[in-house]
């Protein structure tokens, strides 16, 4: 069984459109994260989500839009698609700790965005 | 503000060698840090947990020790494999958040 799922694993798109990256953990977590992965491969935090909650966002363009239907997804639509959006993103969960910190993070396959 | 930096950025080694990868970070108030590989195309896999209280986790042939106050931790690989060729990333959990701050990586090959 999966754990963390991603859909699509590849998406290319033209500059301007909007699009959407869903994702899925079926391991009970209440903590759902988006990172991004540069084309250098460093891997840094977008956001998090707590019970359907924002707990984190880290200075990304409003064009980013995260959405936590329930807490088992949390789906990220991008507006406006730039070229320096080109990257691949990942999606994680966790469960949240008592002082609000995490334990292990388990990640999704990754979704490889290529904006033209 | 939390710096995370691997080295060596990458390492070419012959099956059967024992091996050290070196994570170090800037400020020392950690929740925990983590060993995680990655394979080209992949996710992240975690490989170990130190919570900031332990010095050290092992799992099979791996080996992650801490030492917070200096800022390192190190990932031992006993015997390696070809198998092991693969991105490892060191990831630290800044106290009071869930936010984990990721290192450069260290690419690994192992050729037979």
């Known amino acids: 069984d999966t754990a963390v799922s991603q859909t699509p694993k590849y998406l290319v798109t033209q500059m301007g459109n909007d699009k959407s990256i869903k994702c899925e953990q079926n391991?009970?977590?209440?903590?759902m994260y988006w990172y991004k992965q540069d084309s250098k491969k460093f891997l840094k935090i977008m956001f998090s989500?707590?019970?359907?909650?924002?707990?984190i966002n880290e200075t990304v363009p409003n064009r980013f839009s995260p959405k936590s239907p329930d807490k088992a997804h949390l789906n990220l639509h991008i507006n406006s698609l730039e070229l320096g959006d080109s990257a691949v993103y990942f999606c994680?969960?966790?469960?949240?700790?008592?002082?609000?910190?995490?334990?292990?993070?388990?990640f999704g396959p990754g979704t490889r965005l290529t904006v033209l | 503000k939390q710096e995370v930096t691997q080295i060596p950025a990458a390492l070419s080694v012959p099956e059967g060698e024992n091996l050290v990868l070196n994570c170090s970070f800037t400020d020392s108030a950690i929740y925990n840090l983590q060993w995680f590989r990655q394979d080209p195309g992949k996710g992240l896999t975690s490989l170990l947990l130190?919570?900031?209280?332990?010095r050290e986790q092992t799992s099979g042939r791996l080996n992650a020790s801490l030492d917070k106050s200096s800022g390192r931790s190190t990932l031992y690989i006993a015997a390696s494999q070809p198998g092991d060729s693969a991105t490892y990333l060191c990831?630290?959990?800044?106290?009071?958040?869930?936010?984990?701050?990721f290192g450069t990586g260290t690419r690994l090959q192992v050729f037979p």
């Open positions: 391991l009970g977590h209440d903590t």
């Open positions: 990831a630290v959990s800044l106290e009071g958040t869930d936010k984990l701050i």
């Open positions: 994680a969960s966790a469960n949240w700790g008592l002082a609000g910190e995490t334990d292990t993070q388990y």
């Open positions: 989500y707590n019970n359907k909650e924002l707990i």
């Open positions: 130190i919570q900031s209280s332990q």
